[in-house]
């Protein structure tokens, strides 16, 4: 065998072994990032409590949406990211980039609309009729519920719901009353799947474009919102021809896309002690500096100082050199994750049922003797005076959001294996 027959199966090999690596890669995934994404929908879930309480915890705690926007961009990137890479293909065609971004939607709504679906039913039917009934004193009496039900029906039939088929508000745009928003987070959704497409096709598109494209838009995209909006982050104030939801979507999506440039070069790197010793301390400072200006921070600049912080979360989670992000960084993360989307669709209309339930409790004669963390909760003392989020409120309502999202995922889960069954 001559040089050159030995010199062309080793670069066959070689390259073999680099596709085979490169697929490895693709299969492996980082179980970190889902850990914060139960984290950051249980600040959502939290902040949304806290509307019925006069006394709140985090006043501006809206940036926890950041997160879920910032995710979604890095995961669009790295997805084009890994096509190229695996395909040997470069930029796609106008009708194929459009297929894939028709894919992500179709995706994101095959998760959505079960749940959402689901999630309907509850908060128009079922915690309207449980609520004033079961909890109340003396109880109520049954004459009307039918009313009441086709009264909240008419929320979805008479509102920007019907034509929207109930993905949420038009462009993020909500008044900020109950009749145009029954399930209020949906207007993240909405900006989600329509930036979402738009990313999805252009960065598949011209990827070489938008990578330098991406933290320009992300730039731009914060200067105007700084220069055009009076309250910070609040998405349905309205700015020109957008309003705060639009932009945010729009910025914090590039932010993502251009976070994962930084992870590009980051991930194969040789990282000694030092180096690892150093991220994370900064991992562990922003953990620490977001919670800062989270907790009894007001509306202020302060939304703003919390974006890099979660920045520098999402990319060292997926990094994945740190100990805290190795300790995090367990299948059973993966659960967490699951239950974060159910989490976010249902924890506002149960917030109204757990402090329907916690105040009728306490206004009930035994009262008194209740425990003491349910006499302390909900917003008010065993006196009935205003009071801010206490532990009893976390002991209560987060496990109550966390089992009624987990019987929701196993529904959804076993209907899909049913249907499967019968159509196999």
Same mark, same amino acid.
């Given at each position: ?10 670069? /066959? ?17 980082? !179980? ?7 984290? @950051? ?10 509307? @019925? ?20 961009? #890095? ?16 930029? %796609? ?41 079961? #909890? ?20 979805? /039939? ?6 929207? *088929? ?22 993240? &959704? ?5 930036? $979402?497409?738009? !990313?999805? @096709? ?21 200067? !105007? ?16 021809? @957008?309003?705060? $939801? ?9 932010? $993502? ?8 070069? +980051? ?14 301390? &900064?991992?562990?400072?922003? /953990? ?20 890099? !912080? ?10 994945? *050199? ?14 967490? $994750? ?9 924890? #506002? ?8 339930? +916690? %105040? ?12 003491? #963390? ?26 109550? *959001? ?5 019987? +929701? ?5 076993? *209907? ?9």
């Amino acid at each position: 065998m001559t040089y050159w027959h030995i010199s062309a199966i080793l670069c /066959i090999r070689k390259v073999c072994s680099m596709t085979i690596e490169n697929k490895i890669e693709k299969r492996q995934k980082i !179980y970190t990032v889902e850990f914060w994404r139960f984290a @950051f929908t249980v600040l959502v879930a939290l902040y949304h409590l806290e509307i @019925f309480y006069q006394r709140k915890l985090m006043p501006s705690g809206t940036t926890a949406v950041e997160f879920f926007f910032i995710l979604a961009g #890095f995961t669009i990137a790295m997805s084009a990211s890994e096509r190229r890479l695996n395909n040997g293909a470069g930029d %796609l065609t106008t009708r194929e980039a459009r297929i894939v971004a028709l894919d992500y939607v179709k995706k994101k709504l095959a998760v959505i609309y079960p749940l959402l679906a689901i999630t309907l039913i509850l908060a128009i039917v079922v915690i309207p009729l449980v609520t004033p009934q079961m #909890f109340a004193f003396p109880p109520a009496q049954g004459a009307g519920l039918w009313s009441r039900i086709l009264e909240n029906l008419g929320i979805l /039939i008479n509102s920007e719901w019907e034509w929207l *088929i109930m993905v949420g508000t038009p462009m993020g745009f909500n008044n900020a009353t109950a009749s145009s928003a029954p399930i209020v987070p949906l207007w993240f &959704l909405t900006q989600l799947l329509i930036v $979402g497409y738009l !990313y999805a @096709f252009l960065v598949n598109r011209k990827y070489d474009l938008m990578m330098f494209a991406a933290p320009l838009i992300a730039v731009l995209g914060y200067t !105007y919102f700084a220069l055009n909006s009076e309250n910070v982050l609040d998405f349905y104030i309205k700015m020109g021809l @957008f309003n705060a $939801g639009t932009v945010r979507a729009i910025s914090e999506m590039a932010m $993502g896309i251009a976070l994962f440039q930084l992870y590009a070069h +980051m991930k194969n790197r040789d990282w000694k002690l030092t180096g690892k010793i150093m991220l994370q301390l &900064l991992e562990l400072f922003a /953990i620490y500096r977001y919670c800062a200006l989270t907790w009894g921070a007001g509306i202020s600049i302060d939304n703003f100082r919390r974006i890099p !912080y979660i920045l520098i979360i999402i990319l060292l989670s997926f990094v994945n *050199i740190t100990l805290l992000s190795k300790l995090l960084n367990r299948k059973v993360m993966e659960k967490l $994750g699951k239950i974060s989307l159910p989490m976010f669709l249902i924890h #506002f209309p149960l917030a109204t049922l757990y402090v329907s339930m +916690m %105040l009728s409790l306490k206004r009930r004669p035994f009262a008194s003797s209740l425990p003491g #963390f349910i006499q302390n909760s909900a917003g008010t003392n065993r006196s009935l005076r205003p009071i801010g989020l206490s532990p009893g409120d976390l002991l209560m309502y987060l496990p109550l *959001i966390i089992i009624v999202s987990i019987l +929701m995922q196993l529904l959804i889960t076993a *209907i899909r294996r049913l249907k499967k069954k019968n159509t196999g």
